[in-house]
């Protein structure tokens, strides 16, 4: 009796073990990833303003400016918005980290319908040397113009071409306008 109990713990160990590196594994660490918005100092920049709205992604790349940074946003609709990251608590977080972005320093954020905000490597992952994935018709869909694949950014899935792998998805924190933005992996 004592053996069938230790037996259900061992199995209930082994579950939740289970559980949670399957969880793990749907986060990318091929490329590194490191970004951070402070957006109290960017309240109404498209980034932020996008992530109140559901079906609305933007691709995100950073650069560095005479040693400040600065980031680039563009939409659905391939409006494109560069926001000076100026403030010393940003400046202080890239010149440590340096500036990584996935494969391509460019990760694509927004809200999507059933999973809340979600961000994406901006490249296609069945493709050796990445690349960049464009915005289909204004779409919460992006493509591969090199191996046709189309991928679901809701879902993050394959909806049109051959099988393969989903996009490289990174971790996302953000409580709200006014608070800080990160996604890593
Ligand atoms: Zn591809």
Redesign the pocket.
């Known amino acids: 009796m004592k053996r069938t109990g230790i037996q259900i713990a061992l199995a209930i160990c082994c579950y939740f073990l289970l559980i949670s590196c399957e969880a793990e594994s749907y986060i990318s660490r091929k490329y590194a990833c490191s970004f951070r918005l402070y957006t109290e100092y960017h309240t109404t920049c498209m980034l932020v303003e996008s992530l109140d709205q559901p079906q609305t992604f933007v691709k995100v790349s950073l650069s560095s400016l005479n040693g400040g940074y600065r980031m680039n946003a563009t939409n659905q609709q391939n409006k494109s918005e560069t926001i000076i990251l100026s403030n010393e608590i940003e400046k202080q977080y890239y010149s440590n980290m340096g500036i990584n972005l996935g494969a391509k320093n460019l990760i694509i954020i927004g809200q999507t319908t059933f999973y809340g905000i979600q961000a994406f490597d901006g490249t ?1 992952p ?2 050796s040397n990445t ?1 960049e994935l464009s915005w289909v018709e204004k779409s919460a869909k992006v493509k ?1 113009n ?4 189309v991928y679901d950014l809701n879902t993050s899935a394959i909806l049109e071409g051959e099988n393969g792998d989903a996009l490289m998805r990174y971790y996302v924190g953000y409580q709200g306008r006014g608070t800080l933005l990160e996604v890593h992996n």
């Open positions: 296609c069945n493709c690349p591969c090199q191996c046709q694949r």
